[in-house]
């Protein structure tokens, strides 16, 4: 097999799990990886779900508590709004729940 060919008999190919693949994170060890990996191969599809879902409530309760430190004055209502904003885009945001009311306060500050 050449180095500059991929094999093209199917006994050569590498497995998924045999390709060798770069760190997940420049930050970790090689070896605390591959016992990351390890665990999460071994774990059940309902704890993933799980662990997927607590990092999205965490990162929108994160972005929720900059949007409050962003905009101090700004009520619950605007917060959920700007919320929107960032989630869905400003424009598909104004479609669904049309324009938002700090919009106007921004045109008559202008």
Known sequence: MSKN???TDSA?????????YPTLSRDTD???EAVQIEIYRR???WRKVELVSDAIETSR???LAGLRDRFPKAG???IRRRFMDLTLGEELA???YGPPPYAAKNRAVS
């Open 5 to 7: 060919h991929p094999p």
């Open 12 to 20: 050569e190919r590498l497995r998924p799990h045999q390709i060798p």
């Open 30 to 32: 090689p070896e605390a």
């Open 43 to 45: 774990m059940p599809a």
């Open 61 to 63: 309760l994160f972005a």
């Open 76 to 78: 619950e209502e605007e």
């Open 94 to 96: 104004a479609k669904v």
